[in-house]
Nanobody, 120 residues
């Protein structure tokens, strides 16, 4: 099992940047594919992007391509989401997720989330 704790959320202005981090417990972090999801007010949870276990591949939902970047440090058991050119529609609670397979249809492990608010 793995436990996930997100950090780095906050309030920023439109066009600004924010970096989220997710710290994972356990000694097998590199065995997990990692992803970021978000839930905006009144909407369902949405996939943002993911990174494979090796870190060799990343993929994103269209609305964040070119603005968001996912990276991981398997030595530090962390995954990051760098968010640039932020828009008010990026306002959401952001969740870190993990799964033992690359490109899973769903993720088995979830963090508690961190709030990101973009002011216009």
């Amino acid at each position: 099992q793995v436990q996930l704790v997100e950090s780095g959320g906050g309030l920023v202005q439109t066009g600004g940047s924010l970096r989220l981090s997710c710290a994972a417990s356990g000694r097998t972090f590199s065995s997990y594919a990692m992803a970021w999801f978000r839930r905006a007010p009144g909407k369902e949870r949405e996939f943002v992007g993911a990174i494979t276990r090796s870190g060799g591949s990343t993929y994103y939902t269209d609305s964040v391509k070119g603005r968001f970047t996912i990276s991981r440090d398997n030595a530090k058991n962390t995954v990051a989401l760098q968010m640039n050119s932020l828009k008010p529609e990026d306002t959401a609670v952001y969740y870190c997720a993990a799964d033992r397979t690359d490109y899973p249809s769903w993720y088995d492990y979830w963090g508690q989330g961190t709030q990101v608010t973009i002011s216009s």
